[in-house]
């Protein structure tokens, strides 16, 4: 288990004692602040995903820090399951390619970043997140954050509502909704959404399976006010108490699926599916992608002669690079992609000269493309080389490589 009386203070600027301001003002007027792509992520690509590198005090810093600001943090937890689901499936891919946090939920992952050198070093489970938050100190009168159960089987939102709200804490119940199933219309009625927003609930947690959680919030995302949005499936069950989460050696050995498997017999099947994915990825993507960093890792010159560029042309906008994209020159290439965020107008990413790009740009790419998508804009990358694309391939974002109109 997590330590008690988790000091989240320490990783951000305390809420408590800060004077009444904007946050304060949107908070009476039931608002929350929505942006677009952060280009200032510390964000690498992993099977295709983009994951934010946090420790798990960290990500909890930036959710108590959304929450104070009262500004939208759209969470997403990709476990394996997640990434090996993401491959076929665009619209859950797009769920988290547009979130506004990714954490690496699975230890596989973390292995793969590993053997691939990307410096995402610690797993931070959703759970263990939420826990965090729940453990915190409450100092110098200091609200516990609202949270709004929205899911789970039958009773367990509102066991998990009760069992929160039994003992003080750094989180607070206030509100649940168990809507059985159904389409997704059929689960957002506005008599749902109106409760939940009338809860004044900083965090809302959703349990109704990967998939469906996902696409439930994208689908409510702009009518919901609470700052705090995340599927937390397990979460719900934990918290209410029927069923009980891995002892901490399972979780930190990556064998937390063996006890999932003693309290849900049912996800055996699932396990295996994801192993077997996972042997496959291995083998096509995962081991030739280090084969080939470490065979062509460009010259550092290559980066610091790398051109980024974005202008207006006939029409569209259009981004232009040489050389090598990377970790060494992230700090031009940041506001370059913010640059191209702007607008509706057609993006177009010309390759010509570009002969490398790494996990940390690549993810960056995802993040502007998740954008393009969002607001329905055209995005094609043109004049890529077949290296190029085979590089972009192994980090499994072809998806990158095809036109969208």
Sequence with gaps: MIQNNVNIKSEIKARVGEPASSSASLEARGEVIASGPD????????????????????????????????????????????????????????????????????????????????PINERVAGSSLFQALREQRMENGQAPLRVYFFGGPPGVAQAADEKLNATPSGLRSVGYASPGFGSIEEMSPPQILAHINDSRADFLVVALGAKKGQAWIQHNLAQLRT????????????????????????????????????????LWRRYLDDGMALLRLLATRVLPCIWESRLHRPAASLFEQADM?????????????????????????????????????????????????????????????????????????????????????????????????
């Design 39 to 118: 280009f200032e992520r510390d964000v690498w690509a992993i099977l295709g995903l983009p994951f934010d590198r946090v420790s798990l005090m960290q990500a909890a810093g930036i959710l108590q820090r959304a929450a104070g600001e009262r500004r939208r943090c759209f969470l997403s937890t990709p476990n394996l399951n997640f990434a090996v689901a993401c491959l076929d499936d665009a619209a859950f891919r797009h769920s988290v390619i547009q979130s506004d946090l990714s954490i690496a939920d699975g230890m596989p992952l973390v292995w793969i970043a590993r053997a691939l050198g990307l």
């Design 227 to 266: 700052p705090l949005v995340s599927h937390l499936g397990a979460v719900v069950n934990f918290v209410a108490g029927t069923v009980s989460r891995a002892p901490r050696w399972a979780q930190k050995t990556g064998l937390e699926w063996l006890w999932r498997i003693k309290e849900e017999p049912k």
């Design 309 to 405: 560029l974005c202008r207006l042309d006939g029409g569209d906008c259009e981004l232009l690079f040489s050389g090598a994209l990377g970790q060494p020159n992230l700090a031009r290439l940041r506001p370059v992609l913010a640059q191209a965020a702007q607008g509706d107008v057609p993006l177009v990413l010309d390759c010509t000269r570009l002969l490398y790009i790494d996990s940390a740009a690549l993810a960056l790419l995802m993040l502007l493309y998740g954008h393009c998508v969002r607001r329905g804009r055209p995005w094609a990358i043109i004049n890529a080389s077949a290296s190029l694309r085979r590089q972009i391939a192994l980090h499994c974002a072809d998806y990158l490589l095809q036109a969208r109109a």
